[in-house]
């Protein structure tokens, strides 16, 4: 998670000007509904070093009015899943919106019920039975209606509601858009789904948090135009366990109440602040105090402080992640060249940056899936350090005199690089070692880093992904499948550039090799577990031969919790989550 685009539909909503795709809708909802009035602003009256807040939250009997303070590293300012690759996001929507599978808390990936009851895959077509009796946060009921008016909203350009290409994240296209051919939500309970093309990952992507479920009468109660429509993010509506309360930007806090009429467990507390502390050993503090009771993206120093605190647990699990450094082909004519990215993959101390930054909570990366993946290959080796070799393909490269690139990379830890300005600085100097000269671009805010990258105009740059669904395509196909026709790439040449048509920015290196794309390709359209995990094997060994990539780590997830939370109620999960409804509170 950050993260975009399938095959098989070339002409389908790539560019603005796409066709439209079918929608049959109920005849509900015709009328606008309430949208919340308050604005977001004035500071936010919540005491952070107690259990209960100074008001009562807003929660139901269980819930009381304890507050519960999950502290984090970053603060976006929009909370709209249709805008957002970002994980900081999905931390705060993952508790305002539903979607209509979920996966199980705690679980590597297990499917369970949401919004939708029973569902199932069969060929192209998906058929799903909804939840009855569930209210948006607004008051209106949700019906097939909702996910309709959603779907359309996030990636038919026809809609008059549509988020618009600028607005829009990349997972728009890689999520419904490049597989949906037509929504059928002529049934208030029922949906029928029909896809453009056999799409093994398709189940699981209604699970991923950019799917989550909008209401339709708040999405038409704002102004047709994409811009009118940003506005949601900062007051959104959902169906989840809590509803959004305050989004107070001077301090970087939001804060949600609970939803009364949750239709699954909990919430058991009366309200959720999320706060900000940008730094690692400050927000572990605040754990370790009870000013906060949970907090995640440790370091190495602070997850050893909470695993050693009388008033504070350490929580780990196997991650389903993956950190890297990638070079941009586009921007930087020497990383064309497999030989220049094969050294500088042999240069770079990527053990030194897991056992001696990392300390421990992460391993050494050797391709593009993390284990605990369908097609992890575990005959791959992670690159040695070997700085001759490196130095010898650089000079049957012919940059043997060496050259200068840009390492751009964001300042707030992340849990699969918590320390990226140290690992930058690791980097530029192992690259000293073999005459290449390393400038450090280092941004202050993830958000205008996400920008700078989306754009292609970094070098070279450190970014990571969460897996979203915990399926292989989910990596392969996301992140290093440019999503362009295969007629796209020039012959001779393993790159293209990003305003290639169709172009999915996620693919931050540029890396175009056409037997990769090939190899994902057919094995997101194959539903048989054994041939897709072969072509995943085969497309693992050929990324990590191609080094579009320095592959880093594997990160475990990590997270500090306060005594104040009850034991066992709040769940470690690798995907989805936070589940916050389920904590409970002494």
């Given at each position: 998670?950050?993260?975009?685009?399938?095959?098989?539909?070339?002409?389908?909503?790539?560019?603005?000007?796409?066709?439209?795709?079918?929608?049959?809708?109920?005849?509900?909802?015709?009328?606008?509904?309430?949208?919340?009035?308050?604005?977001?602003?004035?500071?936010?009256?919540?005491?952070?070093?107690?259990?209960?807040?100074?008001?009562?939250?807003?929660?139901?009997?269980?819930a009381?009015?304890?507050?519960?303070?999950?502290?984090?590293?970053?603060?976006?300012?929009?909370?709209?899943?249709?805008?957002?690759?970002?994980?900081?996001?999905?931390?705060?929507?993952?508790?305002?919106?539903?979607?209509?599978?979920?996966?199980?808390?705690?679980?590597?990936?297990?499917?369970?019920?949401?919004?939708?009851?029973?569902?199932?895959l069969?060929?192209?077509?998906?058929?799903?039975?909804?939840?009855?009796?569930?209210?948006?946060?607004?008051?209106?009921?949700?019906?097939?209606?909702?996910?309709?008016?959603?779907?359309?909203?996030?990636?038919?350009?026809?809609?008059?509601?549509?988020?618009?290409?600028?607005?829009?994240?990349?997972?728009?296209?890689?999520?419904?858009?490049?597989?949906?051919?037509?929504?059928?939500?002529?049934?208030?309970?029922?949906?029928?789904?029909?896809?453009?093309?056999?799409?093994?990952?398709?189940?699981?992507?209604?699970?991923?948090?950019?799917a989550?479920?909008?209401?339709?009468?708040?999405?038409?109660?704002?102004?047709?135009?994409?811009?009118?429509?940003?506005?949601?993010?900062?007051?959104?509506?959902?169906?989840?366990?809590?509803?959004?309360d305050?989004?107070?930007?001077?301090?970087?806090?939001?804060?949600?109440?609970?939803?009364e009429?949750?239709?699954?467990?909990?919430?058991?507390?009366?309200?959720?602040?999320?706060?900000?502390?940008?730094?690692?050993?400050?927000?572990?503090?605040?754990?370790?105090?009870g000013?906060?009771?949970?907090?995640?993206?440790?370091?190495?120093?602070?997850?050893?402080?909470?695993?050693?605190?009388?008033?504070?647990?350490?929580?780990?699990?196997?991650?389903?992640?993956?950190?890297?450094?990638?070079?941009?082909?586009?921007?930087?004519?020497?990383?064309?060249?497999?030989?220049?990215?094969?050294?500088?993959?042999?240069?770079?101390?990527?053990?030194?940056?897991?056992?001696?930054?990392?300390?421990g909570f992460?391993?050494?990366?050797?391709?593009?899936?993390?284990?605990?993946?369908?097609?992890?290959d575990?005959?791959?080796?992670?690159?040695?350090?070997?700085?001759?070799?490196?130095?010898?393909?650089?000079?049957?490269?012919?940059?043997?005199?060496?050259?200068?690139?840009?390492?751009?990379?964001f300042?707030?830890?992340?849990?699969?690089?918590?320390?990226?300005?140290?690992?930058a600085?690791?980097?530029?100097?192992?690259?000293?070692?073999?005459?290449?000269?390393?400038?450090?671009?280092?941004?202050?805010?993830?958000?205008?880093?996400?920008?700078?990258?989306?754009?292609?105009?970094?070098?070279?740059?450190?970014?990571?992904?969460?897996?979203?669904?915990?399926?292989?395509?989910?990596?392969?196909?996301?992140?290093?499948?440019?999503?362009?026709?295969?007629?796209?790439?020039p012959?001779?040449?393993?790159?293209?550039?990003?305003?290639?048509?169709?172009?999915?920015?996620?693919?931050?290196?540029?890396?175009?090799?056409?037997?990769y794309?090939?190899?994902?390709?057919?094995?997101?359209?194959?539903?048989?577990?054994?041939?897709?995990?072969?072509?995943?094997?085969?497309?693992?060994?050929?990324?990590?031969?191609?080094?579009?990539?320095?592959?880093?780590?594997?990160?475990?997830?990590?997270?500090?919790?306060?005594?104040?939370?009850?034991?066992?109620?709040?769940?470690?999960?690798?995907?989805?989550?936070?589940?916050?409804?389920?904590?409970?509170?002494?």
């Amino acid at each position: 998670m950050q993260s975009d685009d399938p095959l098989g539909r070339r002409d389908f909503l790539r560019t603005a000007g796409a066709g439209a795709v079918t929608v049959t809708l109920a005849g509900c909802a015709g009328d606008d509904g309430e949208t919340p009035t308050e604005d977001g602003g004035g500071q936010m009256e919540t005491d952070d070093t107690a259990t209960t807040a100074e008001d009562d939250g807003g929660g139901g009997d269980a819930a009381g009015d304890q507050t519960l303070v999950y502290a984090r590293g970053d603060h976006p300012e929009n909370y709209d899943p249709q805008q957002t690759t970002s994980g900081e996001v999905a931390k705060v929507t993952n508790q305002i919106f539903d979607t209509l599978i979920q996966f199980a808390a705690g679980s590597g990936g297990e499917l369970e019920a949401g919004l939708a009851t029973d569902y199932s895959l069969e060929g192209t077509t998906a058929t799903l039975t909804l939840r009855e009796d569930v209210n948006f946060h607004s008051g209106e009921p949700f019906t097939a209606a909702d996910f309709a008016a959603t779907f359309r909203r996030f990636t038919d350009p026809d809609y008059d509601y549509y988020l618009g290409d600028a607005n829009r994240s990349g997972y728009g296209p890689f999520t419904l858009g490049d597989w949906i051919e037509s929504v059928d939500a002529s049934q208030e309970t029922e949906l029928t789904i029909e896809l453009s093309q056999r799409y093994a990952p398709f189940l699981r992507n209604l699970a991923m948090f950019a799917a989550a479920v909008l209401s339709k009468a708040q999405i038409e109660s704002f102004d047709a135009n994409p811009d009118a429509q940003v506005a949601l993010g900062t007051e959104p509506i959902g169906t989840g366990p809590f509803a959004f309360d305050q989004l107070d930007n001077p301090n970087d806090r939001v804060r949600l109440t609970a939803n009364e009429e949750f239709w699954g467990p909990g919430p058991n507390v009366g309200s959720v602040v999320f706060k900000t502390i940008t730094e690692n050993s400050t927000r572990v503090q605040d754990v370790i105090n009870g000013a906060s009771h949970i907090t995640d993206n440790l370091d190495s120093d602070g997850f050893q402080r909470a695993d050693s605190s009388d008033t504070a647990t350490l929580l780990r699990k196997n991650g389903i992640n993956v950190g890297y450094m990638a070079m941009n082909m586009e921007r930087m004519e020497p990383f064309r060249d497999r030989r220049v990215r094969r050294a500088i993959s042999l240069a770079v101390n990527t053990e030194a940056i897991v056992n001696q930054i990392y300390q421990g909570f992460a391993t050494q990366a050797s391709q593009p899936l993390p284990p605990d993946v369908m097609g992890h290959d575990d005959s791959l080796d992670p690159y040695p350090t070997d700085k001759d070799e490196a130095q010898s393909l650089l000079e049957e490269a012919g940059y043997g005199e060496g050259f200068e690139f840009e390492l751009a990379t964001f300042s707030n830890p992340r849990g699969y690089n918590p320390s990226p300005v140290q690992t930058a600085n690791q980097v530029r100097s192992d690259l000293q070692e073999i005459g290449l000269s390393v400038e450090i671009n280092q941004f202050s805010d993830f958000g205008p880093y996400l920008d700078y990258t989306d754009q292609g105009r970094h070098d070279a740059c450190f970014l990571g992904w969460y897996t979203d669904n915990a399926d292989p395509d989910n990596f392969l196909y996301v992140l290093l499948d440019p999503k362009v026709d295969l007629e796209q790439v020039p012959d001779g040449q393993d790159w293209v550039s990003f305003d290639t048509e169709g172009y999915s920015p996620l693919n931050v290196s540029a890396w175009a090799n056409t037997e990769y794309m090939q190899l994902v390709r057919e094995a997101q359209a194959t539903y048989d577990t054994d041939e897709r995990e072969s072509m995943y094997r085969e497309a693992n060994r050929l990324a990590h031969d191609e080094a579009p990539w320095v592959f880093v780590d594997y990160a475990e997830t990590l997270r500090a919790i306060n005594e104040a939370v009850v034991e066992d109620t709040y769940t470690v999960s690798s995907v989805g989550g936070p589940y916050l409804n389920t904590v409970e509170l002494q």
